[in-house]
Structures are given as C-alpha cells and as structure tokens.
C-alpha cells in the first residue's frame, strides 16, 4: 500500500473479530461516515457482514479495502472506477498503471506507524486535502468521545507538529494546511461548552501571550479546560503589550496570570516578575496573582515564586487547586493504544 497508513495497519487495529464501527473507520482513515456509507450504497464497498443485520461492523478485511478506496480516490481515480479495483484487489484500473502517491495521499510526517495513533493519520489525512468539513467533524466527534484534554493532547497536537515539520522541510508550501488545521482546532475548542462557575469569590484566570508572541492555540485549550471544569478564565490573545497586562491585572484581580512563550526571543523574565510583583486592593489588605508560565519559551532554571506548567493536564491540575478540591475534567476513555 502506499497510503499513509498501510491497510493491515489500520485493519489490525480494527479488530479480528468484532469489527469497529463506521464512526471509528472513518476517524482512521480520514473521511466523513458520510462518505462511506455513500461508497457502500453507490459502489458496494461496505462491510462483509451487519451486527444485527443493520449496524456496519467493519472486519480487517473491509478496512483494508477502503484504505485502498481512499489510496484511489486521492490519486484522482473516479470512485467508481476506484471502487472495482478496491474490490478486486488490482491496486489500479486494468487500463491505467496504479497511480503514484501523491502529496494529497502521503499526508503529514507522523513518524513511526507503530507510535502514532490512527486518529492522528486520519486527521492528516483530511487536512493535506484541505477537507475542511471532515477536519471539523473529526476534531468535534474526538472532544466528544475522548474529552478536550486528552483530544489535545494524543490528537490535535501530534498532527499539528507534523504539520510544522512538513511546513519547515518545504518553506511555505503547506502553510495552508496549517492555517486550516489551525482554525478548525481554534474553533473545536470555543465549541467545548463551560462548566458552571465552581467559585465566585475570587478572581479569575487570566491568560495571554507574551509581547511579540502570536501561537495562541496551548492557550486556547487551556481556555477552554478551564472553562470545561467551572473555573472562571480572561483570554486575552497574541502578544498583549506590558501597559495592557498592567491594566487587565489591576481592574480584574486575577487569582492567577498565565503567560504563554513559543520561543525563547518572546520569553521576559522581567516581565514575568513584573506581573508577579503587582498588587491591588487597599491598603492593608493588598493581594497579587499567581504566575504560571506556560510554554517552551520558558525553558531555564526555575525563577522563585513562580511556577511552570509542563503541558495542558499539569497547568489545568496546578490552577485548580488554587481553586479549591482539584476536579476531574473528564471520566472518558482516551483513543486505543496503537
């Protein structure tokens, strides 16, 4: 096979026996459930038995003949025609030679198939072919399934990796596929819905980028963590300048300041101990925030008094607790292990 993923790879996963669902195959492969149950009425690639006689339940063998299907279809192979040589088994129509694998068919630099996660190819899948409404149904039905924290973590993030690296290796030739995948994140967790407040005593999170600094999306998801647990947040975005944090701290009252830092050129360590040694309220009763910093930016020897948040789950845990009782953001499963 020379799609991104091997089919005995994505069939292996789909179990021996049972069989997985259209939802989860198409999250593999990169395709809308819609899309394959429109191959299976169309065109006959459908599962080789039904649960119940109604439900689909996709055997290895099935998965391997829609990895093939998407393979074809990639390539520019009409799906019909694509669909009789997924069927037959000929890798290619009888009277055109298997076509070449394309950039729209290689998807991103994932790495070793035995480390990656099938979600993560099939989201690279649909964003290489700048899919955008399968790229949105993947992400909702993984924040759905999974929860935030652990869609971010095993999912969205790995791909956005690839998606720099393969950005880095060819200039500016998939900025598209960033800039979509990107929004299509950015707007999946503003979807994630708020959690009532847990306290309403006490100041708020608040959470912005350093000066200079414009990667908002970690801090986006921690947004919406925050949220998804009932602690109160303030986002305020890329590169907020000093006078303006000045001010949101004083007229908010923060329990806690997050500053976010990418690289090391947008990371202030004065400006961190700035923030850190703000204060408000009056005269003998003054209080200042807890400072978080957030990101790779940050990296060096600890600075006292402040702390440093180690991804997504250790800044929701460590902000939490300056909350009260450290809740539990979510009770799902993660996605299988590879």
């Known amino acids: 096979m020379h799609g991104v993923e091997g089919a005995g790879d994505v069939a292996g996963r789909a179990g021996a026996t049972t069989g997985v669902s259209t939802g989860a195959v198409a999250r593999r492969l990169g395709v809308s459930p819609t899309t394959l149950r429109s191959w299976d009425r169309r065109y006959g690639i459908g599962p080789a038995a039904r649960e119940d006689g109604r439900h689909r339940r996709w055997t290895p063998a099935d998965v391997a003949m829609l990895d093939e299907m998407c393979r074809l279809t990639a390539a520019g ?4 025609e694509a669909a009789r040589a997924a069927r037959d088994g ?3 129509a009888p009277d055109r030679p298997a076509p070449r694998p394309g950039p729209m068919d290689r998807g991103l630099p994932l790495g070793d198939v035995r480390d990656v996660r099938p979600e993560c190819r099939g989201l690279s899948r649909a964003a290489v072919r700048l899919d955008a409404p399968v790229v949105e149904e993947l992400l909702t039905s993984f924040v759905d399934e999974y929860g935030l924290v652990r869609a971010w973590e095993t999912v969205m993030m790995p791909t956005l990796r690839a998606v ?4 880095a290796a060819s200039g500016d ?8 995948l990107s929004w299509y994140i950015s707007s999946a967790l503003r979807r994630v819905p708020a959690a009532p407040p847990l306290r309403t005593d006490t100041g708020p999170v ?3 980028c350093v000066p200079g600094e414009q990667h908002t999306l970690p801090i986006e998801a921690l947004t919406a963590a925050l949220a998804e647990v009932g602690l109160p947040t303030r986002m305020f975005g890329a590169s907020v300048p000093v006078t303006a944090l000045d001010e949101a701290t004083r007229r908010i009252g923060p329990r806690a300041v997050v500053l976010w830092s990418q690289s090391r050129s947008t990371a202030s360590r004065p400006l961190a101990q700035h923030i850190a040694a703000g204060s408000w309220g009056v005269k003998g009763a003054r209080s200042g925030p807890e400072v978080m910093l957030a990101g790779p930016g940050w990296a060096g020897p600890p600075m006292p008094g402040i702390s440093r948040s ?3 789950r250790d800044a929701l845990t460590t902000l939490a607790r300056l909350y009260g009782p450290e809740p539990a953001p979510e009770a799902k499963d993660g996605p299988p292990c590879p």
């Open 164 to 167: 720099g690296r393969r950005w």
């Open 206 to 208: 608040l959470l912005a």
């Open 90 to 92: 000929t890798g290619g």
């Open 77 to 80: 192979v009409p799906p019909a």
């Open 310 to 312: 180690h991804g997504l």
């Open 173 to 180: 030739k998939y900025v598209e596929v960033e800039h979509l």
